[in-house]
């Protein structure tokens, strides 16, 4: 029999066409050359990769302070070769001991729309697409892992861990860097504890890990609780109420830069392995007898999805709803193969972010807290899709 | 010899003993049926094989190798193993579950590749079920998907290939065509070691068949050898007629009546008088 070229699976139950269908299997799997494969990223089925550019863009001219597109483009441009520039220059005066001024361009526009762009909004776009992003390939890939599509990045202990965390920063310092570092270390202390848990009573089956995610999340949630209660009503209360609903309002280039290299590294770990996180979805003794490692591969899953959710977590504050539900649309467009439902799952997690965020800081003269909106309009969105289309795991 | 067990025993909690002394081997193109009542550590013994249990005492060796010296992708790039049931969770279709069959063969950070793709349809023409490939696996019929998974054991291209009671959840029809397909994988060369609570099924497809009673075995020889009323009384406690039938040339296995069942079909059959009249 001859073997077909083009990809074979119809995803799902019904043909779909304009999605992206087998998209990451034609470009990776018959080693075409490089430039080949970037050509294929952009045909109209694929339109959905564009989605999270087209809207990093559009997020960047909107808001309260309504910016001139082309304007807004010329600042990013030439603003951004301004500082390569600057950093060109400083580097050269270093190096050849004596100063050296490399020529820039005329910056053409007020200052403050200069702030605008690269003080106030890159770091929030680019933050929400990182948090968004990040957290929806986490609570994929933990779908994966625990072989249920309830489970969200949270399931090990990470959020309740991470508002401990947070909210004692807030009690003691208030130092917004304190509160992160904090918030990210009692994160991965709240997961390594639930795995600790599982480890001991029961050879890191899953179920156990659960179980011990279930332990900590819960002593975590009590900590938090006595920490608000014994908080100053009228100062580190209120901070701390407003951390755990989640915001990007206070998001500076220093935060993105802490922490896009920790969300980014995870997530392409995660992507790396996603062929095998199908493996380790049809359940734990099928995939050791196909050959995998499955106690590596779980800790390996463990501690890259931690990472990516503290690291988000850390900044954002806690955000539900978005890597639980993510993923599912992700499904619902390409199909449980992880393969293209981790990119997907990242694509359509940094585009619903980024525009719950837009929603966030343009409807009302106050921020509204994240955490409320991704569950206010995720919520009846996801009602929306199961009404319309049928779910695999649901028969 | 693919297979070698060696007294192999096991345990779970280091007290009672799941079996013990289990000896077994088994070549290339030989198919041994393993019967034994339920809970007797059938499935145990076949986790063991698998290296997924580890052995208290004994050895288990495939192609000369002991399994407890293998790497993971090293045993499943030998033995392939086809599970009861399949629990789908995600609706995999055919095609991609076949194609986790490939994982022994793959790297951990690489996806399956053109070459990969060609071994899973050759896997699923192979046993002829190419038209389930689109099919999702959460959408199969018990037979449906237990092709399905024979279809992944062998986009391992095995040597071995173990079966847990293959025919547990099928209909009579997709049971002979089962032990149909398992009969001509073993002529194709791939030995084959497969539990089954069916006697009958022993006796259609297996070269030997061990009798596993109480953790240790009872019998183990030709069919023919092996499967006698007497064995059959000790495996499973019941009286069980082994007979010849001409009409369907081959032989059978039928439990007695002793508990008076009050079924029809008692009298059908010619020359038999009803019963109580």
Redesign the interface.
């Given at each position: 029999m001859t073997h077909r070229k083009e990809p074979i699976i119809e995803i799902g139950q019904e043909p779909r066409k304009n999605v992206a269908i087998g998209f990451w299997r034609s470009v990776f799997r018959d080693g075409t050359p490089a430039h080949e494969a970037v050509l294929r990223l952009i045909p109209a089925g694929k339109a959905i990769y564009l989605l999270p550019i087209i809207l990093f863009f559009f997020s960047l001219f909107f808001g309260r302070y309504v910016m001139d597109p082309v304007e807004t483009l010329r600042i990013l441009t030439v603003g951004t070769i301004n500082a390569f520039l600057d950093g060109a220059s400083s580097l050269l005066s270093t190096v050849s001991g004596h100063q050296v001024l490399l020529p820039s361009f005329e910056q053409t526009w007020e200052a403050s729309k200069q702030t605008v762009v690269f003080r106030i909004r890159l770091p929030r776009v680019i933050a929400a697409m990182l948090v968004g992003g990040g957290l929806s390939i986490a609570g994929a890939s933990f779908q994966g892992l625990f072989k249920n599509p309830l489970v969200s990045p949270d399931i090990l202990g990470v959020s309740a861990g991470a508002g401990f965390g947070a909210a004692v920063g807030i009690l003691l310092s208030g130092n917004p860097m304190v509160i992160q570092i904090s918030a990210f270390f009692f994160g991965i202390l709240a997961v390594a504890v639930a795995y600790g848990i599982g480890h001991t009573v029961g050879k890191s089956s899953t179920l156990v890990l659960v179980l011990g995610g279930i332990i900590v999340g819960s002593l975590f949630s009590a900590f938090i609780s006595l920490t608000k209660y014994v908080a100053d009503p009228y100062d580190t209360l209120p901070a701390i109420v407003f951390w755990l609903m989640g915001s990007l309002s206070a998001v500076s280039n220093a935060d993105i830069t802490a922490v896009a290299p920790p969300i980014l590294l995870g997530s392409i770990c995660l992507f790396l392995i996603r062929w095998r996180i199908n493996l380790l979805a049809v359940g734990e003794e099928e995939a050791r007898a196909l050959g995998v490692d499955t106690k590596r591969m779980t800790i390996v899953l463990v501690i890259a999805s931690t990472i990516v959710t503290a690291s988000a977590v850390c900044i954002s504050g806690i955000i539900g709803w978005v890597g639980l539900v993510v993923p599912h649309i992700g499904r619902m467009l390409v199909g449980p193969d992880f393969r293209k439902l981790i990119p997907v799952s990242a694509v359509l997690g940094a585009s619903f972010l980024l525009v719950v965020d837009d929603i966030a800081r343009t409807l009302t003269a106050a921020e509204i807290p994240l955490g409320i909106l991704t569950a206010l309009i995720g919520a009846p969105f996801f009602a929306y899709l199961l009404t319309r289309k049928k779910v695999g795991w649901i028969s | 010899m693919i297979l070698n067990v060696n007294n192999a025993s096991f345990s779970y909690d280091g007290i009672t003993k799941q079996f013990e002394d289990v000896s077994l081997s088994l070549r290339q193109g030989e198919i041994l049926s393993l019967l034994g009542r339920n809970g007797t550590g059938k499935s145990t013994l076949i986790?063991c094989i698998?290296n997924?249990l580890r052995l208290q005492g004994g050895t288990v060796e495939i192609g000369g190798r002991r399994v407890d010296d293998m790497?993971?992708?090293?045993?499943?790039?030998q033995?392939g193993?086809v599970?009861q049931a399949?629990?789908?969770?995600?609706?995999?279709?055919a095609?991609?579950?076949v194609l986790?069959?490939r994982?022994?063969h793959?790297a951990?950070?690489?996806?399956?590749?053109?070459e990969d793709?060609?071994k899973a349809?050759e896997a699923f023409?192979r046993i002829g079920i190419?038209h389930l490939?689109?099919k999702?696996i959460?959408?199969m019929s018990g037979g449906e998907s237990q092709m399905v998974m024979i279809a992944?054991a062998l986009a391992?291209e095995p040597s071995l290939l173990i079966l847990d009671e293959p025919t547990s959840h099928l209909d009579i029809g997709n049971q002979t065509t089962a032990m149909a397909t398992i009969d001509r994988l073993a002529a194709d060369g791939i030995a084959i070691l497969m539990c089954t609570h069916f006697p009958d099924h022993a006796f259609l497809v297996s070269h030997t068949v061990a009798i596993l009673e109480k953790g240790r075995l009872i019998a183990q020889g030709r069919a023919e050898d092996v499967i006698t009323k007497e064995n059959l009384r000790e495996a499973y406690g019941i009286d069980i007629c082994v007979h010849y039938i001409k009409e369907a040339g081959r032989t059978v296995c039928i439990p007695m009546n002793p508990c008076g069942c009050r079924g029809g079909g008692r009298a059908n059959t010619a020359g038999t008088k009803p019963h109580g009249t």
């Amino acid at each position: 029999m001859t073997h077909r070229k083009e990809p074979i699976i119809e995803i799902g139950q019904e043909p779909r066409k304009n999605v992206a269908i087998g998209f990451w299997r034609s470009v990776f799997r018959d080693g075409t050359p490089a430039h080949e494969a970037v050509l294929r990223l952009i045909p109209a089925g694929k339109a959905i990769y564009l989605l999270p550019i087209i809207l990093f863009f559009f997020s960047l001219f909107f808001g309260r302070y309504v910016m001139d597109p082309v304007e807004t483009l010329r600042i990013l441009t030439v603003g951004t070769i301004n500082a390569f520039l600057d950093g060109a220059s400083s580097l050269l005066s270093t190096v050849s001991g004596h100063q050296v001024l490399l020529p820039s361009f005329e910056q053409t526009w007020e200052a403050s729309k200069q702030t605008v762009v690269f003080r106030i909004r890159l770091p929030r776009v680019i933050a929400a697409m990182l948090v968004g992003g990040g957290l929806s390939i986490a609570g994929a890939s933990f779908q994966g892992l625990f072989k249920n599509p309830l489970v969200s990045p949270d399931i090990l202990g990470v959020s309740a861990g991470a508002g401990f965390g947070a909210a004692v920063g807030i009690l003691l310092s208030g130092n917004p860097m304190v509160i992160q570092i904090s918030a990210f270390f009692f994160g991965i202390l709240a997961v390594a504890v639930a795995y600790g848990i599982g480890h001991t009573v029961g050879k890191s089956s899953t179920l156990v890990l659960v179980l011990g995610g279930i332990i900590v999340g819960s002593l975590f949630s009590a900590f938090i609780s006595l920490t608000k209660y014994v908080a100053d009503p009228y100062d580190t209360l209120p901070a701390i109420v407003f951390w755990l609903m989640g915001s990007l309002s206070a998001v500076s280039n220093a935060d993105i830069t802490a922490v896009a290299p920790p969300i980014l590294l995870g997530s392409i770990c995660l992507f790396l392995i996603r062929w095998r996180i199908n493996l380790l979805a049809v359940g734990e003794e099928e995939a050791r007898a196909l050959g995998v490692d499955t106690k590596r591969m779980t800790i390996v899953l463990v501690i890259a999805s931690t990472i990516v959710t503290a690291s988000a977590v850390c900044i954002s504050g806690i955000i539900g709803w978005v890597g639980l539900v993510v993923p599912h649309i992700g499904r619902m467009l390409v199909g449980p193969d992880f393969r293209k439902l981790i990119p997907v799952s990242a694509v359509l997690g940094a585009s619903f972010l980024l525009v719950v965020d837009d929603i966030a800081r343009t409807l009302t003269a106050a921020e509204i807290p994240l955490g409320i909106l991704t569950a206010l309009i995720g919520a009846p969105f996801f009602a929306y899709l199961l009404t319309r289309k049928k779910v695999g795991w649901i028969s | 010899m693919i297979l070698n067990v060696n007294n192999a025993s096991f345990s779970y909690d280091g007290i009672t003993k799941q079996f013990e002394d289990v000896s077994l081997s088994l070549r290339q193109g030989e198919i041994l049926s393993l019967l034994g009542r339920n809970g007797t550590g059938k499935s145990t013994l076949i986790k063991c094989i698998l290296n997924i249990l580890r052995l208290q005492g004994g050895t288990v060796e495939i192609g000369g190798r002991r399994v407890d010296d293998m790497r993971t992708e090293e045993i499943a790039q030998q033995v392939g193993y086809v599970p009861q049931a399949h629990r789908a969770v995600f609706p995999f279709t055919a095609l991609d579950f076949v194609l986790m069959g490939r994982a022994p063969h793959i790297a951990t950070f690489a996806v399956p590749k053109e070459e990969d793709y060609k071994k899973a349809e050759e896997a699923f023409a192979r046993i002829g079920i190419t038209h389930l490939r689109e099919k999702c696996i959460s959408e199969m019929s018990g037979g449906e998907s237990q092709m399905v998974m024979i279809a992944r054991a062998l986009a391992q291209e095995p040597s071995l290939l173990i079966l847990d009671e293959p025919t547990s959840h099928l209909d009579i029809g997709n049971q002979t065509t089962a032990m149909a397909t398992i009969d001509r994988l073993a002529a194709d060369g791939i030995a084959i070691l497969m539990c089954t609570h069916f006697p009958d099924h022993a006796f259609l497809v297996s070269h030997t068949v061990a009798i596993l009673e109480k953790g240790r075995l009872i019998a183990q020889g030709r069919a023919e050898d092996v499967i006698t009323k007497e064995n059959l009384r000790e495996a499973y406690g019941i009286d069980i007629c082994v007979h010849y039938i001409k009409e369907a040339g081959r032989t059978v296995c039928i439990p007695m009546n002793p508990c008076g069942c009050r079924g029809g079909g008692r009298a059908n059959t010619a020359g038999t008088k009803p019963h109580g009249t």
